[in-house]
């Protein structure tokens, strides 16, 4: 589905997941994602509408600036158009030590308000030509008023997945973020144990989940 509006852009990718096509563009500091809707089922997450929440929850923190999305008929199918910042950077490869309270700080900043990503990969991290760290992706994230005691749950649910994919099981990274995180973050004595906890439930059973996934892989 070709459209003259986009052929003086940069196109990064495009990609099509049951009944959305997606495309993302370049253009003048700004990221466009463009969603194809080519049929009302099966129903998938509205991407667009959760990433720009969310970015709207974080405003002012190390995240993107969101401008919005619009929604139109195209062809007889819905086509969504979400804009939000473009931030240069380089992806990080590896987190180092001296990472380790700027990561720690930041995430505590963002769950702090309610929005936990539910995707801390290592590939969704840059770092600015000014050292910044910076996540980038939010189109998975769950928000909740940050007095929900819910919260804990998923905070312990991102530690687990930051433990595992963003630090790569690298314990001693893990506990100086961890340490760190809960100084930017405090916690009274029970509620901390309770996160711990329940995120090493997490851990355990994302551990399990990936070396399944990676033996697939390696038989195929």
């Known amino acids: 589905m070709s459209d003259h509006r986009y052929q003086d852009i940069d196109l990064i990718r495009r990609k099509?997941?049951?009944?959305?096509?997606?495309?993302?563009?370049?253009?003048?500091?700004?990221?466009?994602?463009?969603?194809?809707?080519?049929a009302p089922r099966p129903d998938t997450r509205e991407v667009w509408r959760i990433e720009d929440t969310a970015?709207?929850?974080l405003m002012g923190l190390n995240v993107p600036k969101t401008y919005g999305f619009t929604k139109s008929q195209l062809n007889g199918a819905l086509e969504i158009i979400y804009v939000r910042e473009f931030i240069d950077g380089n992806p990080i490869?590896?987190?180092?030590?001296s990472d380790m309270e700027p990561l720690?700080?930041?995430?505590?900043?963002?769950?702090?308000?309610g929005v936990v990503s539910r995707d801390p990969s290592l590939e969704n991290f840059i770092r600015t030509s000014d050292g910044e760290i910076v996540l980038i992706?939010?189109?998975r994230?769950?928000?909740?008023n940050p007095k929900n005691p819910l919260l804990m749950g998923y905070q312990a649910k991102e530690l687990a997945r930051v433990r595992l994919h963003a630090l790569q099981e690298d314990e001693a990274l893990y506990r100086l973020f961890h340490e760190k995180y809960f100084t930017f973050f405090p916690h009274d004595a029970a509620r901390r144990?309770?996160?711990?906890?329940?995120?090493?439930?997490?851990?355990s059973r994302f551990k399990k989940i990936s070396a399944r996934k990676n033996k697939k892989k390696r038989s195929v």
């Open 16 to 38: 099509k997941k049951k009944n959305i096509i997606s495309e993302i563009y370049r253009h003048d500091g700004r990221l466009v994602k463009r969603f194809i809707k080519t």
């Open 55 to 57: 970015l709207r929850r």
């Open 104 to 113: 720690a700080r930041m995430m505590a900043q963002i769950h702090g308000r």
């Open 93 to 97: 490869e590896q987190f180092e030590i």
């Open 141 to 144: 994230s769950a928000i909740l």
């Open 137 to 139: 992706d939010f189109g």
């Open 193 to 203: 144990v309770l996160v711990e906890r329940i995120g090493e439930i997490w851990f």
